[in-house]
């Protein structure tokens, strides 16, 4: 996938197929629509592709590594091919390593362990806005090293305050969002990557926004450093990756400590492997890794610029819309932001995020996120403290889609919700929900997560608390 090249498109159809995009969801009136799922950000459905290629392989899955058997070689030569081609998706260099991970968050507290110490033994120190999601703060938080830097009202107050940062101590590392799971915008990668290494600095890209929908190369941008994840990229099968700079990789803490990671072990000590492996104790996703290759060999392979056309028209569609509705406003980290990725963060004036977000699904068969979208500094600073509404733009959305949001939030801000709801045990439901369960194994009721000031309850990602 080429980025930022803009070509004609046809943006109002999917532009890769994916898993269940015909399912039906019944609404409180009775009717079934096909869900319109604009929470992609969150974890995009899997790729027609990928389940395919889950498919294919699933026979021929056995242990992995260390086993002499024929499928053990055969799964162990598609765990290090998928390995290869994840890494070369995003650019890597020939020294780099490609770990496989489980998530984002995964793979940015596993780089929190390999960031070299300061000369007097102090956390090496990392740079880090405010503005990333937790995954990309509390990791470096926790290690000690971190400065939060609030950011700017633009882009260029916030660059010019991580230059003036990054004057005033050693950093061994920016961490940095490459889109905001937010707003979807970025601060420019080439000023920020030019900005850190100047000041000797590395740079972490959290690739979680940016990767399913611009791609990254390392090599072309000089990052050192980028995670993302399978289940946003198309793979919904577990894995996700880490991929960079090989020296704090090889020096650093093995991850998990376990079978796998090791090169010898004695009663009086432990060899460790170098990466990847060094960090791949246990036994590997091998079915996870070899959907999230696949998934990166399908977005490769679309021609340049379809995708950031597609997700640029239905995005510009979506916000042009919204802020045609009274009451609505459109969530900016950065006024002068160009080129956001598909991510689109809204409130509408006097009602709840939740309220909105589960009439959306009970009466449109639309799902969208509410709360503080595990961003809370950011929502907080830019005057969203009881959380906002976001829909997401991927290679499945179509124009559709995107017209029913904005007719039901104009229906919803015109006239009002038809069904009537309330608060359980923190989150909105319907009152007296008629709508049937999908047949489903294992499906006994519908668990609400749209919530209001009951954190338990929205999984951490609710309003703050009073
Ligand atoms: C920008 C960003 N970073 C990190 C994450 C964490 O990703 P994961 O939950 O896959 O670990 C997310 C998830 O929403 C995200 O949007």
Redesign the pocket.
């Known amino acids: 996938m080429s980025a930022h090249a803009v070509i004609e498109a046809p943006t109002s159809c999917a532009v890769l197929p994916v898993v269940g995009s015909d399912t039906l969801v019944p609404l409180v009136d009775g009717r079934s629509v096909p869900y319109a799922n604009l929470d992609v950000?969150?974890s995009a459905p899997a790729l027609q592709v990928v389940a395919d290629r889950v498919n294919e392989v699933l026979p021929l899955y056995a242990s992995v590594h260390r086993g002499a058997g024929y499928l053990s070689q055969v799964s162990t030569a598609l765990y290090e091919a998928a390995r290869q081609t994840v890494g070369a998706f995003v650019g890597a260099r020939e020294d780099d390593v490609t770990i496989v991970t489980?998530?984002?968050?995964?793979s940015?507290n596993l780089l929190a362990g390999c960031v070299p110490s300061q000369a007097d033994g102090s956390p090496g120190r990392v740079l880090v806005l405010d503005v990333?999601?937790h995954?990309?703060l509390l990791p470096w938080q926790r290690t000690g090293g971190a400065t939060v830097l609030v950011g700017g009202a633009t882009v260029a107050e916030t660059l010019s305050g991580l230059r003036a940062e990054l004057s005033r101590f050693p950093y061994a590392l920016v961490a940095i969002?490459g889109?905001?799971?937010v707003t979807g915008e970025s601060l420019p990668l080439a000023e920020v990557v030019a900005a850190a290494h100047d000041a000797g600095a590395r740079v972490l890209l959290?690739g979680?926004?940016l990767v399913p929908h611009r791609g990254v190369s390392l090599a072309a941008s000089d990052v050192d450093y980028v995670a993302f994840?399978g289940?946003?990229t198309y793979a919904p099968f577990g894995a996700?990756a880490l991929v960079g700079r090989r020296d704090w990789l090889d020096a650093g803490t093995p991850y998990l400590a376990g079978g796998g990671a090791v090169r010898n072990v004695t009663l009086e000590g432990t060899t460790w492997q170098s990466a990847p492996a060094r960090h791949e104790a246990g036994s590997p996703n091998v079915i996870g890794a070899v959907a999230l290759a696949s998934a990166c060999d399908a977005l490769a392979a679309l021609e340049p610029g379809v995708l950031v056309a597609h997700e640029t028209e239905l995005r510009a569609r979506l916000v042009d819309g919204l802020e045609e509705i009274d009451g609505v406003r459109v969530v900016r980290a950065w006024a002068d932001a160009v080129d956001p990725v598909g991510v689109v963060t809204f409130s509408v004036d006097g009602h709840d995020a939740g309220l909105v977000a589960s009439y959306l699904s009970a009466e449109h068969g639309i799902g969208v996120r509410d709360g503080r979208?595990?961003a809370h500094p950011l929502l907080a600073r830019l005057g969203f403290p009881a959380g906002a509404i976001r829909a997401s733009i991927g290679v499945g959305t179509t124009g559709e889609e995107i017209e029913r949001l904005i007719a039901a939030l104009r229906a919803y801000v015109g006239e009002g919700a038809k069904a009537r709801y309330e608060v359980v045990d923190g989150c909105w439901v319907v009152s007296d929900d008629p709508r049937p369960l999908l047949q489903v194994a294992g499906l006994s009721g519908l668990f609400a997560t749209a919530a209001v000031g009951n954190i338990t309850a929205a999984v951490g990602c609710g309003p703050a608390p009073a």
């Open positions: 950000a969150a489980r998530n984002t968050t995964d940015l990333e999601h995954a990309n969002t889109a905001s799971n959290d979680a926004q994840s289940h946003k996700g979208f595990c």
